[in-house]
């Protein structure tokens, strides 16, 4: 913990961007509302692509860059299915910027938390979504005690306790969706 407060008060921009994910990290569960989840959750991204990009991690920069291009995709899906095709494409280059980056561990823990959240960001229903979002911060939680990020870490412990408390607390209110994927939707849902 000493080495994550020194290396936060060492890079004082890399903590300040960090804050700024964390707040949206922490915040994107409150929502009821897909959309307005995933619009939270691209200020994260963009947040901590300036955070990781300080601190020289540039697997989780890419993810978090790409992430955060494709949830402006995943945003419109339900209404646009046809958008799925673009939201697949940046899967492969999830996994071509995982390679080209590759740090070992910390690499593979942002490649896997990403893998999570690009599946869970496709779901229509919130419910899924939320818990597919919430499988994903172990790994980042991980791969912040590995990195040494503070603000990255205290996110993600943020995300998790009010991710899981919302889903205990029945808050994201099911909607009559059949829980498939956006993909598989035939025509766009009715908000």
């Not at 994550?4 to 060492?10: C, D, Y």
């Not at 919430?134 to 943020?158: E, N, Q």
């Amino acid at each position: 913990m000493d080495q994550m407060l020194a290396l936060a008060a060492g890079n004082p921009a890399a903590a300040v961007a960090g804050l700024a994910g964390m707040a949206c990290l922490a915040a994107w569960p409150l929502f009821r509302q897909r959309s307005a989840m995933l619009a939270t959750y691209i200020g994260n991204n963009l947040a901590f692509v300036a955070h990781y990009a300080l601190l020289d991690q540039w697997t989780a920069v890419s993810m978090n860059g790409l992430m955060g291009v494709q949830t402006v995709v995943a945003i419109w899906l339900v209404r646009w299915p046809r958008l799925r095709w673009v939201y697949y494409a940046f899967i492969p280059a999830l996994a071509a910027a995982s390679l080209v980056t590759w740090h070992g561990t910390p690499s593979f823990l942002a490649a896997a938390a990403t893998t999570l959240s690009t599946i869970g960001r496709m779901q229509s229903k919130e419910v899924v979504l939320r818990m597919l979002l919430l499988a994903s911060t172990p790994c980042w939680t991980a791969h912040d005690l590995m990195v040494g990020s503070l603000p990255g870490l205290v996110a993600d412990l943020l995300s998790m306790a009010i991710s899981a408390t919302m889903l205990l607390r029945g808050s994201a209110r099911p909607r009559a969706s059949s829980g498939r994927s956006v993909s598989q939707m035939q025509k766009p849902a009715l908000n």
